[in-house]
């Protein structure tokens, strides 16, 4: 895979690109990189140019002075690499927190987006437990500044219920990730926690919005947060195959509901 660097205010970011046709961004969730996308890759890029990249002081992507890098930040870096590789607004998808990037995207440059897919954007300000959430991430916070990266991990799945108890000896993907998993918590976690969509934005804009949530994550956090953004913006929540990394799990069902969404 070809080394594509984009230099942007404060970063210098990696990115990668495949197939032909529109060109299609993919934002990936939490700590994670390109490489998040590459079983799904494959599929989508028999029919667009898909964009791949690593968001600033994640994987390869590197930045120039520490401090909180907030979704306004990371979706101004995606209108700046949209602008590198497309003569025109872009298909986009965002996963998780990478959806509060995308509709942040579309909310602050919407000539930059032909149609942005949010796919369970943990808007939890939006929930009406939002105190309980908020306090949960204070707590998530404290760990991380007390205990670290991994312990900080091991606390937000528990919070989040994707484990039932903390601490223990780490799972094999977090020893290897720690750097990536120290940012987001230190950087990055602390400004989306709050974030909420620019709903008059997004309604006003040319971009059309679509809310995806996953069949199998009904009941869980970021599907309901979703389904309240979708409310919001007074469009329905599209059914999406599998949970909230369903894209990983089961790739080729998962492209094809993304080229539905996106048209």
């Keep these: 895979m070809p080394e594509n660097r984009l230099r942007v205010p404060g970063a210098t970011l990696h990115y990668e690109v495949q197939g032909s046709g529109p060109v299609l961004v993919l934002i990936p969730a939490a700590f994670m990189g390109a490489s998040a996308f590459e079983a799904v890759v494959p599929r989508l890029s028999e029919e ?9 002081g994640l ?11 907030p979704p306004e930040m990371l979706a101004d870096d995606v209108r700046l690499l949209i602008a590198e590789v497309s003569d025109g607004p872009a298909y986009v998808f965002g996963t998780s927190n990478g959806a509060i990037n995308g509709l942040s995207l579309a909310a602050r440059h ?7 897919v949010a796919h369970e954007p943990p808007v939890v300000e939006l929930l009406p437990e939002r105190e309980e959430y908020r306090a949960e991430g204070e707590r998530v916070m404290a760990v991380h500044r007390e205990k670290g990266a991994i312990a900080a991990m091991q606390a937000f799945m528990v919070g989040a219920g994707f484990a039932e108890e903390e601490g223990g000896e780490p799972q094999p993907w977090m020893l290897m990730m720690e750097k990536d998993i120290d940012v987001f918590y230190g950087r990055i976690y602390p400004a989306l926690r709050g974030f909420v969509p620019d709903v008059a934005a997004l309604r006003a804009g040319p971009a059309k919005v679509v809310v995806a949530g996953g069949i199998e994550s009904k009941g869980e956090t970021a599907h309901r947060a979703a389904a309240a953004a979708a409310a919001e913006l007074g469009t329905p929540l599209m059914d999406f195959p599998g949970d909230h990394g369903s894209f990983t799990a089961d790739p080729e069902a998962f492209a094809q509901a993304l080229r539905e969404a996106l048209h």
């Design 110 to 116: 919407p000539e930059a987006v032909r149609t942005l």
């Design 59 to 69: 994987a390869r992507s590197t930045v120039d002075e520490p401090g909180p890098m």
């Design 48 to 56: 667009y140019t898909v964009v791949t990249y690593d968001p600033r």
